[in-house]
C-alpha cells in the first residue's frame, strides 16, 4: 500500500482530487478556488485537470456560494463550497441555519442535502481581522448540520472524501495553522477502510490524565503531553474529530481509567464546545473522577491583532498548568 509524506494542505487536495475523479457530480465552488487554486492553494491544479464546470471560481458572495450550492444538491449534485477565511462564513450563516440545516427536516426526509462546507479556521498564521476567527459552535449547535474537522494529513485524506460522499450537510473545518504541517498518508486505501467519519479517536496513550481536543489544538495537546512525559507523566490524548454529533466514547473510556480531564479549544471559553464536553463527562464519569474537568481556551474577547496572538492562544505552558491542578485537588 503506498504511502507518501504529504502536508495537510496537500492531502486535502489529494482527497478532493479523489473525490472528483470518483464521482462526475461532485463540483468544487468558491472565491479563487479555480484559476488560483485557493488562497491556501488547497484546491491547486483541480481546475485545470476538471474543467471550470466543476471547479468554479465565484463571485465573492458567501451568501450566493451557500444558496446556489442548495439548489445543486437538491438536483442531485455533490458540491463542496470553500469558504475563504472562518470570518468570511457570517454573510453566508443565514443560509446555512435557515437552509441548508432544515431542508431535510422541513421535507420531511424527501430531501437530502449532499453538501461540503469548507473553512479553515483557527489563528496562529499572523493574519488581520477576520481571518483568524473559531465558530465552530454556532454550527454544532444548529440541528440539521454535522461538523468535523481534522488534525493531520491521514485523516484530511479521508475524512474530506468521507463527508463529500455523506448525504448530509457537513461544515468540514480545517485547522489553518496546520495546513503545512507534515505526515504519512495512504493514497491507495480504500475509503471502506478508513477510520469512521464521526468517531473520536485516542491520538496518545496515557494512564495518569486525559487532554481532549480537536482541529489546531490536536498538536499543542500532543506538544504538551511530550513534555510531561519528561516529568514521569503520562497523558492520553483524545482527538475528537467530529464535534456535532459529539463522539466522546473514547473520552470517556479514557476518564474512567485516569480520573482527571483537561478539554483544550482555540475558541472563546464563554459558551464554547469545552462546556458541553466538561458536562457530558461529568455526567457520565463523576464517579471515577479525581478533579473537576478543567478547560483551556481562548479568551471571551474578539480575536487580537496579530502581533498579540500567541498571548490570546492556548499553548502548552497553559495545557501543563491545567494537569497540574487537576492533580491539585
Given at each position: 500500500m503506498a504511502t507518501e509524506t504529504l502536508t495537510l494542505g496537500k492531502a486535502l487536495n489529494a482527497g478532493l482530487r479523489k473525490a472528483l475523479e470518483n464521482d462526475p457530480k461532485v463540483v468544487i465552488m468558491g472565491e479563487d478556488v479555480g484559476?488560483?487554486?485557493?488562497?491556501?492553494?488547497i484546491t491547486d491544479g483541480l481546475q485545470k485537470d476538471f474543467g471550470d464546470q466543476r471547479v468554479i471560481d465565484t463571485p465573492l458572495a458567501e451568501s450566493g456560494i451557500i444558496g446556489t450550492a442548495v439548489g445543486l444538491a437538491i438536483r442531485g449534485f455533490r458540491p463542496v463550497c470553500e469558504i475563504q477565511f472562518d470570518g468570511f462564513v457570517y454573510p453566508a450563516y443565514d443560509q446555512i441555519v435557515s437552509q441548508v440545516a432544515k431542508m431535510h427536516y422541513r421535507s420531511q426526509g424527501?430531501?437530502?442535502?449532499?453538501?461540503?462546507?469548507?473553512?479553515?479556521?483557527?489563528g496562529g498564521i499572523g493574519a488581520v481581522e477576520h481571518h483568524s476567527e473559531s465558530p465552530e459552535a454556532y454550527f454544532a449547535h444548529t440541528a440539521g448540520l454535522k461538523v468535523v474537522t481534522c488534525a493531520n494529513p491521514q485523516d484530511a485524506y479521508s475524512m474530506i472524501q468521507q463527508a463529500i460522499a455523506s448525504d448530509d450537510p457537513i461544515v468540514f473545518l480545517e485547522p489553518k495553522r496546520r495546513y503545512w504541517e507534515k505526515g504519512p498518508v495512504e493514497l491507495d486505501a480504500p475509503l471502506a477502510d478508513a477510520y469512521p467519519l464521526h468517531a473520536a479517536r485516542v491520538a496518545r496513550p496515557g494512564t495518569d490524565a486525559t487532554v481532549?481536543?480537536?482541529?489546531?489544538?490536536?498538536?499543542?495537546a500532543l506538544d504538551a503531553a511530550t513534555a510531561a512525559a519528561e516529568d514521569g507523566r503520562e497523558l492520553e490524548v483524545v482527538d475528537l474529530r467530529t464535534l456535532s454529533p459529539l463522539d466522546l466514547t473514547a473520552a470517556y473510556e479514557s476518564v474512567k481509567r485516569t480520573g482527571r480531564c483537561v478539554v483544550v479549544h482555540e475558541a472563546p471559553g464563554n459558551l464554547g464546545l469545552g462546556s458541553e464536553i466538561a458536562a457530558r463527562i461529568t455526567e457520565e464519569c463523576f464517579y471515577s473522577l479525581e478533579s473537576p474537568v478543567l478547560r483551556v481556551?481562548?479568551?471571551?474577547?474578539?480575536?487580537?491583532?496579530?502581533?498579540?496572538?500567541?498571548?490570546?492562544?492556548?499553548?502548552?505552558?497553559?495545557?501543563?498548568d491545567a494537569v497540574d491542578r487537576t492533580f491539585g485537588w
Open positions: 484559476k488560483l487554486g485557493g488562497v491556501f492553494r424527501k430531501v437530502r442535502i449532499p453538501m461540503v462546507i469548507r473553512i479553515p479556521y483557527g481532549l481536543a480537536y482541529g489546531p489544538m490536536v498538536r499543542t481556551t481562548g479568551f471571551d474577547t474578539p480575536y487580537p491583532a496579530a502581533r498579540v496572538e500567541e498571548e490570546y492562544l492556548p499553548d502548552l505552558d497553559r495545557v501543563l
